[in-house]
């Protein structure tokens, strides 16, 4: 099975060049199920229930998010009606909408996506390890599940490996958001599982994170916010994880970043090209 993660999109820039680049990956490559963390298409803050709409359409089967997740106040109304739509698992209970949900790929398999978010460095929600543990006894790899993906949208590279560890042999890929910056640690990891700490943004890199790069500097200068932050809207970088997985164990077989566009060195898995 074939799998693409594509990470946090970020502003106009970012949404663009996934709309323009996703239908043809899909259709080239033959990808049977992608995943795109959404937490800042809407002017760099939140996802709204348009763009949402806009992305499945081009190709996202789900749409997950993170620490910026509700920035976009609609959001805690229509994540209950949008199955596709995942916000981390671990806040507390009684928050609107889901962490993990089963869907059907392209190719009729099942698979469980799930979306965490870490605790070093960020909000203290619920212990990310032990939600992602009560979801898969629920639906474990082979069981109920053909494949099994997890954005973890952490800060520390040191939780993000722990997390892929701790689920390595029993999730198909662990792959990391939120930092906007993509990691070149990708691997399969002892057990069989795919990992890569961050994925990148699909935004523009000539930027801080995304964001027009003037405010941020001058923040870190004076210690005075003297503006908004806007997202920055030259060209954009599609940044991904690219998997696939053994049709009889949900295991990874090869596991390769993707970068199109902008300002990146180019990476189209070598793997795509053989099936
Ligand atoms: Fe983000
Ligand atoms: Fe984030």
Known sequence: MRLLF???????SGRAIVEEKLPGLIEKYRLDFVVINGEN????FGITETIVQDLIDAGADVITTGNHVWDQRDAMVYCERQPAFLRPINF??????????L?????????????????VYMDALDCPFH???????????????????????????SEKQAMGYFLDGRVSMVVGTHTHTPTADHRILPAGTAYLSDAGMCGDYDSVLGMDKEEPVQRFLRKVSSSRFTPALGEATLCGFAVDTDDRTGLAIAAEPVRIGGQLSQHIPTFWENR
């Open 92 to 101: 507390p209970s009684g928050v609107p909408g889901k962490g993990a949900n």
């Open 103 to 119: 869907y059907h790929a392209r190719n009729g398999a099942s698979v469980l996506v799930m979306n965490a978010m870490g605790r």
């Open 131 to 157: 939600a992602v543990e009560r979801e898969l006894d629920a639906c474990p790899l082979g069981d109920f599940a053909d494949a099994i993906i997890l954005d973890f949208h952490a800060e520390a590279t």
């Open 6 to 12: 594509v990470g946090d999109i970020v502003g106009r």
């Open 41 to 44: 298409a809407a002017g760099g």
